[in-house]
């Protein structure tokens, strides 16, 4: 968010852009991937950029989950390439429509309920792992993939949280507190509508 580069045209179209994946960098535009491919056994963060070797964040600090650090966990999102096109993309007509029905009072509980769906379990006995958060038609999909909770690899990469153990209530609920200020920042006038 701190960026001084615009996003392209093309990222602002409501269509996700194929090419753009979570592994996707473009590091002379400080836009980088610290997401290890094919771990096998051992961690999803790479520490290090995978394509530069920059080393940019203090993960120790990531991994309190401190919402009064908010700031600095989304400063560092930002810095992966797939999380910013996820906090700068436009959201879809869809998407906002919903958000707008619902208001943010429903969102809270529907979000806490989705990640303890969708997240709760360790990463072996969920549904095909890192393909359960569709890329639009809800605002809290679009969040998800901005904060890195989109599946349990992407939380073990940004979080520290091992994927083949449960989240516990605590982690779930500071999730979905990112996953609140993702979308009191894109659409700010919801938290007027009630
Ligand atoms: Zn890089
Ligand atoms: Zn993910």
Redesign the pocket.
């Known amino acids: 968010m701190s960026k001084d580069k615009k996003p392209t045209e093309d990222w602002l179209d409501d269509e996700p852009l194929e090419s753009i994946k ?1 592994t996707s960098t473009d590091c002379e535009n400080d836009l980088h991937c610290f997401r290890r491919k094919r771990p096998k056994n051992e961690s999803y963060r790479n520490v290090e950029c995978i394509e530069c070797g920059a080393n940019l964040i203090d993960w120790d600090r990531l991994d309190q989950l401190d919402l009064s650090d908010i700031e600095y966990t989304i400063r560092s999102l930002n810095l992966e390439l797939w999380r910013y096109y996820y906090w700068h993309k436009n959201i879809d007509e869809r998407a906002i429509l919903h958000a707008r029905t619902r208001g943010i009072d429903e969102l809270i509980p529907w979000t806490v309920k989705r990640l303890t769906k969708s997240l709760g379990r360790p990463s072996k006995d969920l549904w095909r792992d ?1 393909t359960q958060t569709p890329r639009t038609g809800n605002v809290v999909y679009y969040a998800q993939h901005a904060t890195a909770c ?2 349990r ?2 939380i073990e990469e940004w979080y520290g949280i091992n994927r083949n153990q449960s989240l516990k209530s605590e982690e779930i609920n500071y999730f979905s507190e990112l996953i609140m200020q993702y979308i009191h920042r894109r659409l700010p006038d919801l938290l007027k509508t009630n």
């Open positions: 979570c890192g989109c599946c690899k992407c």
